[in-house]
């Protein structure tokens, strides 16, 4: 029988026997081998067999910090991810104020969403078109593609989900002040500084022509930022580089009329930073020339003219020439995620509420992360008897410190805010604050009634905060809930979470908890701003370095395709005052052997970083 003939046959045994689970026939021959593979398909398959290996659906709307980053750890094959996103890009948002400017490219801060998804070992596609309704009750999400994307921007369609993941991040947050979105630039996406970038020298190229006044020049090149947080203090910085570094050797003629000008609706800018690097920003600014009006509140903006109301000025309004206006001032919620929040009872909210598993209340298939969420931490007090009964496991109507040692734990872990509190109160055991509600006692002889037990806890509630709406917090959240979605199936068998206290057993899993890891706040002239988790403060220019070491850093990792050109660019900037870092390093408590420990090989570093990068332009050219 020749291996034609063979194959032949076993290809009608399976045609006749459809039903067969599997089957495979080996037919090894002098110099060669057939396999013949058949697998359940057809009528006489089995569906539960078929149900068992149809992959879950999860759906993930947006590609910024929180979505990218749960795509980067999503591993679990059991799932088929759908992205679907009108930007087909992650961009590295921190330095978005550098792309203005063109201190960063932009294509140095961004990666493409296909590169990732390619990436990937797992079913992952991606979709460039925007969500314009979420439908929870059918698990739903009605999409259309961009207006470049399609040929009349009404193509609408339909996904079905089985997990759907909101990342869709905000948009600028304008108070419905009137004339903003007509005439204001914002800074929340890289064509957003690119277009400021454009405006910057379409200002300076304007107020060059001889046929203006010097009433319109200076008009012209006053460029006017709203909003004091970090966003709005690092292009103010970036912004006054940019002029007086460069752009008053290409426009010698308009040096006298640029003004920069700050406004802030509060008595400080850098609010959410410690008062020492609010007070430096403030003072460095003072000494650039930046015009910081604090206590502005801007009323309305018309094409040429900014109308502020200065607090604690009865009321009145003063009008602002400019030729420029960049609106950094918080963030607002997207209209689908507003009609979302309507249909589930959360219209009241800024964001989304969601547990503290990410899981948007009252929708147990749904996630969201990222600036379009907020986490609604449950309150001790709502839960009190629940504690009190779980912990009183002898039923004794009172509780001891033995007793309430033993839940302690899952306390901490399922209320933050309990170990917050005693962190903040300088205790050391939670005996402490039992005993300081009942009195001057010794703490193995305490037991507590309710009432007790309720005052003891009556003011740990107060210490909730809600996380900042940074790229921290959402890349921290993407990567958890991918974790959850990697060991969903085993945590459903064995439960890692904190006890129930409502109900019986254990949640699946820990709840999220935020890891601050510091922020950075570059103010210009090579000189940064760094508040970093133990009350650590740097301010100056040994700051600025480990900025541009973070930036190494990211290169190295390729996050957010930060490439190594842009490095090496900030290479000059970095060697002119890293001589100057070790005297300054040095005066501190470190001591010289430290500071020639640590600084050496960091500079050893860069050289062979440096030699190794020229040496690669060589090869190329």
């Known amino acids: 029988m020749n291996s034609l003939s063979l194959i032949k046959r076993a290809s009608r045994y399976f045609d006749d026997y459809p039903s067969l689970a599997k089957l495979v026939v080996v037919c090894t021959i002098t110099g060669g081998g057939y396999v013949a593979y058949a697998d359940a398909s057809g009528t006489g398959g089995s569906p539960s067999v078929l149900e068992e290996i149809k992959k879950k659906k999860v759906v993930v709307l947006g590609t910024g910090w929180a979505g990218t980053s749960f795509l980067k750890k999503l591993d679990n094959p059991s799932y088929d991810v759908q992205v679907i996103s009108p930007r087909n890009y992650f961009a590295f948002t921190p ?65 079905d989900y089985d997990y759907l993941v909101i990342a869709m991040g905000g948009r600028p947050n304008t108070f419905n002040t009137p004339g903003v979105v007509e005439n204001c630039n914002f800074l929340k996406e890289v064509e957003d500084a690119q277009q400021i970038r454009q405006s910057v020298i379409n200002s300076f190229e304007k107020a060059s022509l001889p046929t203006l006044s010097d009433e319109e020049r200076k008009r012209i090149l006053h460029f006017v930022i709203v909003g004091g947080g970090p966003t709005g203090v690092e292009f103010a910085a970036e912004l006054h580089d940019f002029v007086n570094e460069d752009l008053v050797k290409l426009y010698p003629a308009a040096k006298d009329f640029v003004k920069i000008t700050l ?50 000025n009865s009321g009145e309004i003063t009008t602002i ?119 001057d006692v010794a703490k193995e002889a305490i037991e507590l009634n309710i009432e007790e037990f309720k005052k003891a806890l009556s003011e740990v509630d107060s210490q909730m905060k809600n996380h900042p709406a940074t790229a921290q917090v959402a890349a921290q959240q993407g990567t958890y ?50 508040q970093l988790p133990g009350d ?79 040496s690669i332009t060589n090869f190329v050219e």
């Open 263 to 312: 406004l802030e609706a509060s008595d400080h800018i850098l609010n959410m930073f410690d008062k020492r690097i609010t007070d430096f920003a403030e003072s460095k600014f003072q000494r650039d020339g930046i015009d910081m009006k604090l206590g502005s509140m801007v009323v309305k903006v018309s094409d040429k003219e900014i109308s502020t109301k200065v607090r604690g």
């Open 95 to 159: 330095l978005l104020p550098s792309v203005t400017c063109g201190t960063v490219e932009a294509r140095s801060i961004v990666e493409p969403i296909r590169s990732i998804v390619r990436k990937k070992n797992i079913d992952v596609s991606y979709w460039e078109a925007e969500c314009f309704k979420i439908d929870a009750e059918n698990k739903k999400v009605h999409c259309r593609p961009n207006p470049d994307s399609s040929q009349n921007g009404k193509e609408e369609f339909v996904v």
């Open 481 to 530: 809930l991918a974790n959850c979605f990697n060991r969903m199936e085993e945590a459903e068998k064995n439960p890692e979470g904190p006890i129930r206290f409502r109900e019986e057993g254990r949640h699946r899993f820990r709840p999220f908890r935020y890891k601050h890891l510091g922020q950075f706040a570059p103010l210009g002239g090579e000189q940064a701003a760094a």
């Open 321 to 439: 020439p400019y030729g420029m206006v960049v609106w950094s001032t918080g963030i607002g919620t997207h209209p689908v995620i507003k009609d979302f929040m309507q249909k589930i009872g959360q219209s009241n909210r800024r964001a989304l509420a969601t547990d503290e598993w990410l899981r948007v209340e009252g929708c147990d298939s749904i996630y969201a992360l990222g600036d379009c969420a907020t986490i609604n931490q449950r309150k001790v007090m709502e839960d009190i008897a629940a504690i009190f009964n779980k912990a009183d496991k002898d039923n004794s109507g009172t509780l001891t410190v033995k007793e309430f040692r033993e839940v302690i734990k899952d306390i901490c872990e399922r209320y933050p805010q309990v170990e917050l509190y005693l962190k903040n109160k300088k205790m050391r055991d939670i005996a402490d604050l039992l005993k300081m509600a009942k009195g």
């Open 536 to 614: 650590w403060v740097s301010i100056g220019r040994s700051s600025q370095w480990l900025w541009y070491s973070q930036a190494s850093q990211l290169a190295h990792q390729g996050v957010g395709g930060f490439r190594l050109d842009k490095t090496f660019r900030l290479w000059k900037g970095f060697q002119s005052h890293l001589s100057s870092s070790y005297q300054q390093v040095a005066r501190y408590s470190f001591g010289r052997i430290i500071v020639h420990t640590l600084l050496t090989p960091l500079w050893q570093c860069w050289n062979n970083l440096l030699s190794y990068h020229r």
